[in-house]
């Protein structure tokens, strides 16, 4: 796979991904603007394969057919990415272009709400990897970025075993604070996205979430709270709503 127990796909963008996989599922996903009637009901439907994607790469796929496909594609590449930017580039591809869908089902065609969606999704994705982590190592798998990892004079070893060491730390840090940052570059276009389009990008309330959750356990990506799920996080979402802000 590629890091995540959320990533989504992987291959050149999702487009590349789903024509590879299936154009039916291609096709499918680019009339779902045409084919509702409610907004709403289009966001349900991609919503459904946002989930499924996660679920595949938690190696618990739904049983549907062009999903089952996607799984079996995802096992044929399981290794760790080279580097951050690398990870960022599979995330712009992935969790990127699907929130560029959702925009299209929302009616929204805005330069700066794209801009916005770039940077959701690749701080989306360097989440995932670090919330898959705990996961992957219990499987004997590591998918963080190894030019990060060997900055640090970190191995994948020291994952297997959940060192607690700073330098081990370290790298967790320097990756979230690259998620940090994206989210950061995604709100300064807050201004200029149309409130049309927030609606798409509210799971930043949970990708911030997880950021604070990291930073009080001082980066240990292996700290048992960061499997706990925030009760409170509907709320946080509702309001955020309200607010129209993301």
């Known amino acids: 796979m590629k890091a995540t127990c959320v990533p989504y796909c992987s291959l050149q963008s999702v487009k590349g991904l789903l024509l590879h996989c299936g ?10 603007k045409d084919s509702v009637s409610e ?21 618990n796929p739904p049983h549907q057919p062009v999903a089952m ?44 709400a794209d801009h916005a969606a770039s940077h ?16 992957h190592s219990s499987r004997r798998q590591v998918f963080l970025p190894m030019d990060v ?15 607690q060491d700073k330098n081990v730390r370290d790298v967790v840090y320097d990756i979230a604070s690259q998620a940090h940052l994206h989210l950061k570059h995604a709100r300064s276009f807050h201004s200029r ?32 709270s960061l499997q706990q799920k925030n009760t409170l996080l509907p709320l946080s979402l509702y309001i955020q709503s309200w607010r129209k802000r993301y």
């Not at 959701?120 to 705990?134: E, M, N, Y």
């Not at 990892?149 to 060192?163: A, M, P, T």
């Not at 409130?195 to 700290?223: G, N």
């Open 193 to 224: 996205v149309p409130a049309e389009a927030f609606p798409a990008f509210l799971q930043t309330v949970s990708l911030e979430d997880y950021l604070k959750k990291i930073q009080r356990v001082d980066f240990d990506i292996f700290h048992p």
């Open 120 to 135: 959701i999704g690749k701080a989306q994705g360097i989440v995932t990897c670090l919330r898959a982590t705990p996961y």
């Open 149 to 163: 990892c060997v900055q640090h004079g970190v191995s994948q070893e020291d994952f297997l075993r959940r060192n």
């Open 23 to 32: 154009p039916s599922m291609w096709n499918w996903l680019r009339l779902v």
């Open 69 to 112: 496909e996607l799984w079996k594609e995802k096992n044929l590449d399981d290794k760790a990415y080279r580097s951050i930017r690398e990870l960022e580039t599979y995330a712009e591809n992935t969790q990127s272009s699907l929130l560029y869908l959702t925009l299209e089902v929302l009616g929204v065609k805005d330069v700066h």
């Open 39 to 59: 907004k709403t009901i289009g966001l349900m439907r991609m919503q459904f394969w946002r989930k499924a994607v996660e679920d595949m790469f938690c190696d």
